[in-house]
Nanobody, 119 residues
């Protein structure tokens, strides 16, 4: 199993920036992808961004495209989410997740970090 710990959440005003990080431990050698999900009050969890561990291919939800940037540090087994031009609708708990090689979907999750954007 993979253990994930998120950090970097907080409160910012609209238009501000935050950088989330997620450090992985365990069977990181067999990671296929890492992703960021978020869940706002009363809403279903949605994928925000993801990055392939081999190759570094990235995906962004339309709602965050051109504002958020995902990156990885292979040596540190860490994924980052740089969030710019934040909007109140970005307010949510953000979760880091891992998809392992051979798995059909994400199977390991962090505890979540709160991001609050005020207007």
């Amino acid at each position: 199993q993979v253990q994930l710990v998120e950090s970097g959440g907080g409160m910012v005003q609209a238009g501000g920036s935050l950088r989330l990080s997620c450090a992985a431990s365990g069977r990181t050698v067999r990671m296929y992808a890492m992703g960021w999900f978020r869940q706002a009050p009363g809403k279903e969890r949605e994928i925000v961004s993801s990055i392939r561990w081999p190759g570094g291919n990235t995906y962004y939800a339309d709602s965050v495209k051109d504002r958020f940037t995902i990156s990885r540090d292979i040596r540190k087994n860490t994924v980052y989410l740089n969030m710019n031009s934040l909007k109140p609708e970005d307010t949510a708990v953000y979760y880091c997740a891992v998809q392992q090689i051979g798995a059909f979907d994400y199977d390991s999750w962090g505890q979540g970090t709160q991001v609050t954007v005020s207007s």
